[in-house]
C-alpha cells in the first residue's frame, strides 16, 4: 500500500530535550516535505527536500532540522524544543517527475507537546 | 506573496443541506488549486484538484471550479452527509519550491 509514515505519533516531552520526528515514504518520491499545522493559521511549511541531498527552508525553518541521506526517509530534529513548538506536524511526499508535483500525499501526523 | 482566504468557520449543517465553503487566493503565476479534507485524528487527503482556469475538480459528490476572473474555488456539494463532517482545506500550489500554501481551514459539522 501507498503510504507515507510518521512515528511517533504522539510525543510529550520537555524543554530543550533532543528529539527525531521520523517520516518515510515507499513511493519512490524526489519530493518531501514538513508542515506544522497550528489553530487558525492552517499549515506552514517547515522545510522542503527536492531529493537527496538537497534540502531547503520553508517559511518557518527556526529552531528546526532536516536530513535527507535516503530518497525514502525525511526525518525532521528538534535540537533544543521550546514551547512554542507544541504542535501538530506532518510529512507530506510527492513526485515531481512526470508533471505529478502537485499531487501531495501527507502522513497521518505528530502530535508534539513541548513542556 | 501567494495566499489563500477561506471562510471561518465552524459550519454546521443539517444532512442533505447544501454546502458552500468559499475560497479566494491570491497568486502571481498560475497555479493549480486543491481541495484537502481532514478528518477527526487523521492526516490531510486530496479532495479535488484544478489545474487550470474554468477546470472543474470533483470526488465523493463534491466539486470546485477555477474561476481565474473571481480568483476563487469555492467548495460545494449538494447533499451533505453526517461522514463528510471534517476540517476542509483550500490550497494552491507554488511551483517554484512545490509548497502547498493553504487556507486557516472550515470546520464543516453535519447534524443528523
Known amino acids: 500500500e501507498a503510504q507515507v509514515t510518521q512515528n511517533p505519533r504522539y510525543l510529550i516531552t520537555v524543554t530543550g530535550k533532543k528529539l527525531t520526528v521520523t517520516c518515510s515514504q515507499n513511493m519512490n518520491h524526489e519530493y518531501m516535505s514538513w508542515y506544522r499545522q497550528d489553530p487558525g493559521l492552517g499549515l506552514r511549511q517547515i522545510y522542503y527536500?527536492?531529493?537527496?541531498?538537497?534540502?531547503d527552508k520553508g517559511d518557518v525553518p527556526e529552531g528546526y532540522k532536516v536530513s535527507r541521506k535516503e530518497k525514502r526517509n525525511f526525518p525532521l530534529i528538534l535540537e533544543s524544543p521550546s514551547p512554542n513548538q507544541t504542535s501538530l506536524y506532518f510529512c507530506a511526499s510527492s513526485s515531481t517527475s512526470s508533471g505529478g508535483g502537485d499531487t501531495q500525499y501527507f502522513g497521518p501526523g505528530t502530535r508534539l507537546t513541548v513542556l | 506573496g501567494d495566499s489563500v482566504t477561506q471562510m471561518e468557520g465552524p459550519v454546521t449543517l443539517s444532512e442533505e443541506a447544501f454546502l458552500t465553503i468559499n475560497c479566494t487566493y491570491t497568486?502571481?503565476?498560475?497555479?493549480?488549486l486543491f481541495w484537502y479534507v481532514q478528518y477527526p485524528g487523521e492526516g490531510l487527503q486530496l479532495l479535488l484538484k484544478a489545474t487550470k482556469a474554468d477546470d472543474k475538480g470533483s470526488n465523493k459528490g463534491f466539486e470546485a471550479t477555477y474561476r481565474k476572473e473571481t480568483t476563487s474555488f469555492h467548495l460545494e456539494k449538494g447533499s451533505v452527509q453526517v461522514s463528510d463532517s471534517a476540517v476542509y482545506f483550500c490550497a494552491l500550489i507554488d511551483w517554484g519550491s512545490y509548497k502547498l500554501i493553504f487556507g486557516s481551514g472550515t470546520r464543516l459539522l453535519v447534524r443528523p
Open positions: 497568486a502571481t503565476g498560475y497555479p493549480s
Open positions: 527536500s527536492m531529493n537527496v541531498e538537497v534540502t
